[in-house]
């Protein structure tokens, strides 16, 4: 019911409350004009970290999915509209656990292998590596009340950061310094990282 609420209040966020308006964009007609260096280097980050929060739920809610619902459908939406299309799946997929995964077992070792795992911490770093050319908090409030679209996917960014947090408290209750999960984007892989035998004792005895 917290999940499905908050859904309710994200959505009603972002059709009625949200500040600014749709036609001030600070990011997509430079990303289409190739003009990279004209986006605030902190928009650009977090508007990269909305395309790595999904691969990081996409990696977690796969290697476990044998709830309710499929995840990858969510997971996979996840990529256009964010926490809009994972907080139905916290609300109602994630309950009532079947016996078996239904994630074939080549994802499984894909996605629980160290290579995968580190890939997503080099893309991590990478984008931070955005924040490296400068940027200012106090830009960054005047483009959240200028640009509706800064300001729901801001508020989507600290959903999602949310949610990455429950995940790996909810999933691997049992897994060694769950405390690196509070590190925002990558702290749920560095647990995974962390604990890829608890992750490989858990898809086996589902499988």
């Known amino acids: 019911m917290v999940f499905f609420l908050i859904w309710i209040l994200l959505i009603i966020y972002a059709r009625y409350l949200a500040p600014g308006t749709g036609a001030n964009n600070p990011i997509f007609p430079e990303l289409f004009d190739g003009n990279i ?11 990269n970290s909305l395309g790595l ?16 619902f499929p995840a990858w459908p969510f997971t996979l939406l996840s990529f256009v509209i964010g926490a809009f299309a994972l907080l139905p799946y916290f609300a109602f997929g ?12 080549w994802l499984i070792r894909f996605l629980r292998s160290r290579f995968w795992l580190i890939t997503l911490i080099v893309m ?43 995940t790996v408290y909810r999933l691997y209750p049992d897994a060694r310094a769950k405390g690196l999960a509070w590190i925002p984007i990558i702290g749920p892989v560095l647990v ?12 086996e005895r589902t499988v």
């Open 53 to 68: 929060f999904p691969l990081v739920f996409f990696t977690i809610l796969v290697l476990n999915d044998h709830w309710r």
């Open 124 to 166: 991590w770093a990478i984008n931070l590596l955005t924040l490296l050319q400068g940027f200012s908090f106090a830009d960054y409030v005047d483009y959240f009340f200028a640009s509706s679209l800064v300001s729901v996917m801001t508020v989507d960014w600290f959903v999602l950061y949310g949610l990455s947090v429950y």
């Open 192 to 203: 995974l990282l962390r604990n890829r035998q608890l992750v490989e004792e858990n898809s």
């Open 94 to 105: 994630l309950r009532k656990p079947k016996k078996n995964l239904r994630t074939p077992r």
């Open 37 to 47: 260096g004209a986006i605030d280097p902190l928009v650009l980050a977090v508007f």
